[in-house]
């Protein structure tokens, strides 16, 4: 099993660039596939990007493709997403994801409790 913590949330203006960070628990990160999930408000969860647990394959959803670049760190057992371009739509709350099988755009095993991004306009 593994522990998630996300940190790097906050507000910013459209247009800005924030850095989320997913710190996982365990000595087995690197065996695990790593996603970010977004939630906004009224809306349902939604998949935001995924990394294979080498980082040499991953995967977007159209919204932020070429804006957002999802990277892990396996010696920090960190994943990170980073947000360059926000746009107001982007406010969310944004979850990290953790599943020893591939992520899928619906479901992962592992969850963290979520960090608020909001973009003012």
């Known amino acids: 099993q593994v522990q998630l913590v996300e940190s790097g949330g906050g507000l910013v203006q459209a247009g800005g660039s924030l850095r989320l960070s997913c710190a996982a628990s365990?000595?087995?990160?690197?065996?695990?596939?790593m996603g970010w999930f977004r939630q906004a408000p009224g809306k349902e969860r939604e998949f935001v990007a995924r990394?294979?647990?080498?980082?040499?394959?991953?995967y977007y959803a159209d919204s932020v493709k070429g804006r957002f670049t999802i990277s892990r760190d396996n010696g920090k057992n960190t994943v990170y997403l980073q947000m360059t371009s926000l746009k107001p739509e982007d406010t969310a709350v944004y979850y990290c994801?953790?599943?020893?099988?591939?992520?899928?755009?619906?479901?992962?095993?592992?969850w963290g409790q979520g960090t608020q991004v909001t973009v003012s306009s």
């Open positions: 990394t294979s647990w080498s980082g040499s394959s991953t």
């Open positions: 365990g000595r087995t990160f690197s065996r695990y596939d």
């Open positions: 994801a953790a599943d020893l099988r591939i992520i899928t755009t619906s479901h992962a095993d592992y």
